[in-house]
C-alpha cells in the first residue's frame, strides 16, 4: 500500500511569510502526528491529529498550527515565517497509537531566508 | 523533566556487531522505541519493547530494562547500509498523549 506523502518536498520561504504543508497518511490511518528536524533540536513534537480533532500538542508557538479533514488528510501551517523554523518537518502515521510504531513521510525541508 | 541520553557518534567495522545505547528519565514509562534515519530519509521503525528483555528482528535486536532505566540497540553483521543516525523514542510523561519523544540520536559509521 502506498506509504505517507508528504508535499512538498523543499521550500523556500522569506521571513515573515506563511507556509501551509500537506500530509497524506497511509490509507486506513486515522492519525497523523507532526514532527520538526532540526540539527541542534533534534525530532520535536508539533502535535497530533485523530479523526479530525487535535489530540496533542508541543511546545510550539502558536504560529503553528494545523487541521486533518475527513479523509486523515492533514495541513500544518506556519505563520510569520522565522529563520528559526528552517527545518525538516516530518509527517507520522499511524492507525491510533503512535507510539507503537509511526510511519514518517519523507518530511518537507523548509528553508526562511 | 523527560530526558533520552544517546552516544552521539559510534563507529564500527563491517561485519562487526554493535550496541548502541539509550538511557532515559520519565515519571511514567510506556515502552521504548528506536528508529533509523538514513541521511535525507524519512526515520524508520524499528522496534518497541514494552516490557524488559530482548526482541529480535532479524540482525537487529532490542534490549530493555525498566529497573536500569536503560535500553539498547543490537545491530549484528554490520553492514555498509547500516550507516545511518539511531533514535531510540519513548512516550513523554504526561498519561494518555499519543507522541514520542525522541533522544538525540546516534550517527553510527561503518566502515570497511
Known amino acids: 500500500k502506498a506509504g505517507v506523502t508528504q508535499t512538498p518536498r523543499y521550500l523556500i520561504k522569506t521571513r515573515g511569510q506563511q507556509v501551509t504543508l500537506s500530509c497524506s497518511p497511509i490509507?486506513?490511518?486515522?492519525?497523523v502526528s507532526w514532527y520538526q528536524q532540526t540539527p541542534g533540536q533534534g525530532l520535536q513534537f508539533l502535535f497530533e491529529y485523530f479523526s479530525e480533532t487535535q489530540r496533542n500538542k508541543g511546545n510550539f508557538p502558536g504560529r503553528f498550527s494545523g487541521r486533518q479533514f475527513s479523509n486523515s488528510r492533514s495541513e500544518m501551517n506556519v505563520s510569520t515565517l522565522e529563520l528559526g523554523d528552517s527545518a525538516l518537518y516530518l509527517c507520522?502515521?499511524?492507525?491510533?497509537?503512535?507510539?507503537?510504531?509511526?510511519?514518517f513521510g519523507s518530511g518537507t525541508r523548509l528553508t526562511v531566508v | 523533566g523527560q530526558s533520552l541520553e544517546q552516544p552521539s557518534e559510534v563507529t564500527a567495522v563491517e561485519g562487526a556487531i554493535v550496541q548502541i545505547n539509550c538511557t532515559y528519565q520519565?515519571?511514567?514509562?510506556?515502552?521504548l522505541s528506536w528508529y533509523q534515519q538514513h541521511d535525507g530519509g524519512a526515520p524508520t521503525f524499528l522496534s518497541y519493547n514494552a516490557l524488559d528483555g530482548l526482541e529480535e528482528t532479524g540482525r537487529f535486536s532490542s534490549f530493555l530494562s525498566r529497573s536500569d532505566s536503560y535500553g539498547y540497540l543490537l545491530l549484528q553483521e554490520l553492514q555498509m547500509k547500516d550507516s545511518a543516525s539511531y533514535f531510540c523514542?519513548?512516550?513523554?510523561?504526561?498519561?494518555?498523549?499519543?507522541?514520542?519523544?525522541f533522544g538525540t540520536g546516534t550517527r553510527l559509521t561503518v566502515i570497511p
Open positions: 490509507s486506513g490511518h486515522r492519525s
Open positions: 507520522a502515521s499511524s492507525s491510533g497509537q503512535g507510539i507503537y510504531g509511526y510511519t
Open positions: 523514542a519513548a512516550p513523554p510523561d504526561q498519561t494518555g498523549a499519543n507522541n514520542l519523544f
Open positions: 520519565t515519571s511514567g514509562f510506556y515502552g
